[in-house]
């Protein structure tokens, strides 16, 4: 079984940066994807951007990509997202997640540990 505990979220004005930070325990070795997945009111969860564990290699959602950028603490299983240039429209819920299968990363349904959520809230 994987933990996940995410922090920094928070209230920020639009063109703002905000850093998520997402710290994994327990049984972590077999972890091939780190993801970020946001959710807002009255829609489903979305891919925002993903991290293969192994090698670093990153993927992002077209609505996230210039703007935020995922990176890892490869020895304390942290995984961060830091997003910049912050739009009203990326007000949500972030979530990490992680998996072990190796294809999908964008795909919700796959992920088997989910940390319990940090909102993100974006004023315009």
């Known amino acids: 079984q994987v933990q996940l505990v995410e922090s920094g979220g928070g209230l920020v004005q639009a063109g703002d940066s905000l850093r998520l930070s997402c710290a994994a325990s327990?049984?972590?070795?077999?972890?091939?994807?780190m993801g970020w997945f946001r959710q807002a009111p009255g829609k489903e969860r979305e891919f925002v951007s993903a991290l293969r564990r192994n090698d670093g290699t990153p993927y992002y959602a077209d609505s996230v990509k210039g703007r935020f950028t995922i990176s890892r603490a490869y020895a304390e299983n942290t995984v961060y997202l830091q997003m910049n240039s912050l739009k009203s429209e990326d007000t949500a819920v972030y979530y990490c997640?992680?998996?072990?299968?190796?294809?999908?990363?964008?795909?919700?349904?796959?992920?088997?540990?989910w940390g319990q959520g940090t909102q993100v809230t974006v004023s315009s």
């Open positions: 997640a992680a998996r072990v299968g190796t294809a999908g990363w964008a795909d919700p349904s796959g992920y088997t540990s």
């Open positions: 327990g049984r972590t070795f077999n972890i091939y994807f």
